[in-house]
């Protein structure tokens, strides 16, 4: 179609690039209708959900002031509840971000002298300082609440003994991170995170099993709720707020922990009843109710960069063939010049703040600088098409989301464009990975 690489040239992507993107779409085409197959189940999931709870127009108006009996907010929750097949949710624009939703969960359902353990090794970077493993005001540490963490053995397994024994009876909650974060082991798929949780059951059933589902909703068929996480824990600024949600996080779970959560946000005997949605409630719906579309966009996405950089020599994680649990791509340059230029390349082909340029900076709650590209209508959002990296090495960067799948196949053709304009990918490597038939 010349009329599109016409288009294409006008947005800056070069004729070499463009014909190589078109090749790896082309071979793609199998797995996209995968992708679009789940999309499709989730969709009727989430849809389901919202008609059995009778979702009503009256449901979009928002209260304020304290907030009680919030039809909107209410309804959202057991909304959630269904489409994570948890007994209840807490759904709030209260919650700011994800690492607020994971922090209260922790928070509100350990006490002093509990012990936390991760045995997935290291949690997300910034929960570093909610746990204590970096000292912090506030942290669980100071409350008194101990930490261990059991690594995942060099394949990528589960270390069962490791993990047996560090289970001991003052552990009470075992947090499962299911997406990479920043680091290059694979993601979790729900069916293994279901494996460990009936591990850990078997030998101590009364400790709580929680997920950090951060990016993980809505790539597969089932969450963690279906695989007896007691709690399923994430932000709606990434996939389960569809790109609309300017705020929020969620938990769904048990009743009592969620219970807790709502206790700690609020306050001891106030819990869930109190807490105005304000005018956020149609964008939690509609969000919501696109997300399962917006997730497949991501996936797209997602497998389109690795098909497309790991034939030229780039170390990709998860690789250009494997199934996938989570919207992140990470991919590893080796050099600060690669991260930035991919960077920068996300960022030129943004609706929003095409023209500026990021550079690497202190950002809080991260030990390195850290690059980070969006031209996102959510600030932060990163399920629109962002990208980000730390500046130390292994030189990676975390690539995820694209509100449309149209929109992130630009982004990441023009990440490659400004690697070749850079002399960071060589004319000849781009063509002879155009014409390696090894590639799929
Ligand atoms: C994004 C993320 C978090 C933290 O969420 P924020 O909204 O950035 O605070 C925690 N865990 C994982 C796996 C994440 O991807």
């Known amino acids: 179609m010349e009329h599109l690489e016409e288009m294409y040239a006008r947005m800056g ?70 489409i994570f097949h948890t007994e209840d ?19 509100s359902n350990l006490r002093p002298g509990d012990e936390l353990l991760s045995p997935v090794g290291k949690p997300y970077d910034t929960l570093e ?28 397994s589960f270390d069962y003994e490791s993990i047996r024994a560090a289970l001991n009876e003052r552990t009470r909650l075992v947090t499962i991170q299911r ?35 951060c990016y993980g909703e809505f790539v597969e068929t089932m969450e963690p709720g279906d695989v007896g996480a007691d ?13 609309l949600a300017p705020i929020g996080g969620y938990i769904a779970g048990r009743k009592d922990c969620v219970e807790n959560a709502a206790f700690r946000l609020t306050s001891p005997g106030l819990g869930k009843e109190v807490g105005a949605s304000l005018g956020v409630l149609k964008d939690f719906y509609q969000g919501i109710f696109l997300a399962p579309t917006v997730t497949a966009s991501a996936l797209k996405g997602a497998v389109f960069a690795a098909n497309l950089y ?18 992140i791509q990470a991919i590893t340059f080796g050099t600060p010049e690669g991260v930035i230029a991919f960077c920068q ?20 709650g991260y030990d390195a600088e850290v690059i980070m590209a969006a031209g996102a209508f959510v600030s932060g959002s990163s399920i629109e098409l962002s990208a980000d990296g730390p500046m130390k090495p292994p030189y990676a960067v975390y690539f995820q989301g694209g509100l449309t799948w149209f929109h992130a196949r630009l982004g990441i053709l023009k990440s490659l464009q400004t690697l070749v304009d850079r ?18």
């Open 129 to 156: 300082e909610v746990i204590g493993i970096r000292p912090s005001r506030g942290s669980l540490a100071e409350y008194g609440i101990t930490y261990r963490q059991v690594d995942l053995l060099p394949d990528g």
């Open 423 to 440: 002399g960071i990918v060589s004319a000849e490597r781009l063509c002879a990975a155009a014409s390696d038939p090894g590639i799929r």
């Open 231 to 243: 709690m399923t824990v994430g932000s709606l600024i990434k996939n389960p707020g569809g790109g």
């Open 345 to 364: 390349g996300i960022q030129a082909a943004a609706p929003v703040d095409s023209h500026v340029t990021p550079e690497p900076w202190d950002m809080p």
């Open 13 to 82: 992507i070069g004729k070499q690039v463009y014909e190589y993107g078109e090749a790896v779409s082309e071979r793609l085409a199998p797995r996209f209708r995968e992708i679009d197959r789940i999309g499709e189940y989730n969709q009727m999931k989430v849809i389901g959900a919202m008609q059995d709870c009778r979702v009503s127009e009256a449901c979009m108006l928002g209260t304020t002031g304290y907030g009680y009996n919030d039809l909107g907010r209410d309804t959202l929750e057991a909304v959630y509840a269904g």
């Open 310 to 327: 790991e034939p030229l020599g780039f170390g990709v994680v998860p690789d250009a063939k494997e199934s996938r649990h989570d919207i």
């Open 179 to 213: 997406s990479k974060g920043y680091q290059t082991r694979p993601t979790l798929s729900v069916k293994r995170i279901g494996e460990l949780i009936a591990f850990i059951k078997g030998i101590r059933p009364e400790v709580l099993c929680m997920v950090d589902n």
């Open 89 to 107: 949710a807490l759904v709030r624009p209260q919650i700011t971000c994800g690492t607020h939703a994971l922090a209260l969960a922790l928070m």
